[in-house]
């Protein structure tokens, strides 16, 4: 299972010359479900080809009304603003291990399905940077371009997320579930510019 949130950080100054006068707001932050963010704990993991996800960074709570054996929590971070009329953007996958509970530490199988998971967030990271690559550098009209861009990105990643729990059961489905693994390394390569 998975869980997502979108934590989009738009920096006042995209609206205003940087830096923010005092006083304003730092940023919007814009969480579709709310409860799955824990405002105490916000240890995150970057996205990495090199380190796999393991149980032990699954810490949080299993919830025990939950029917499914494990959650994912997962972000894109999304950091956009103008400094001196020029857009500047980081986008990043991450993992919230506070967040990230598992009822079976034990099987590789499961662990697995949860790494697709966070595979397919940077799959989705990859694709969004390339888009806002693409609006260009300049601050004319970005608020709206920009806005569009991320919340069509978040609708597609979300969409995608569900698909693939669907499809492979869960992970229950061990050949379904090697197909998307195989095309979500595919995908990893094809965007490998965007890392």
């Given amino acids: ?12 100054g995209l609206l205003m010359p940087y830096p923010t006068p005092a006083g304003s707001p730092a940023s919007v932050i814009y ?3 709310p409860a799955s963010l824990s405002v105490s704990n916000n240890e995150q993991l970057a996205w990495s080809a090199t380190r ?21 929590a997962a972000n894109l ?12 953007y980081e986008v990043k996958c991450v993992f919230l291990p506070g967040e990230s509970w598992s009822k079976n530490k034990q099987s ?11 595979d397919l967030t940077e799959v989705h990271a990859r694709m969004l940077r390339k888009e806002l690559k693409e609006l260009g550098i300049s601050c004319g009209n970005l608020k ?8 069509n990105a978040f609708k597609a990643w979300k969409a995608e997320q569900d698909q693939f729990d669907k ?9 379904v579930q ?16 965007w890392k």
């Fill in 52 to 72: 796999k996800l393991n149980w032990e960074d699954f810490r949080g709570t299993p919830e025990s009304n939950n029917p499914h054996h494990a959650l994912t």
């Fill in 167 to 175: 499809l492979s059961r869960h992970g229950l489905d061990a050949q």
């Fill in 144 to 151: 709206t371009n920009l806005n569009a861009t991320v919340g």
């Fill in 31 to 33: 969480v579709p479900n």
């Fill in 108 to 118: 590789e199988k499961l662990l697995a399905h949860e790494q697709l998971h966070f």
């Fill in 178 to 193: 090697q197909d998307w693994s195989e095309r979500i390394s595919h995908r990893l390569q094809e965007l490998d510019a």
């Fill in 1 to 12: 299972m998975f869980i997502i949130t979108l934590l989009l950080s738009l920096l006042v």
């Fill in 77 to 88: 971070a999304v950091d956009a603003r103008c400094k001196d009329n020029k857009f500047y």
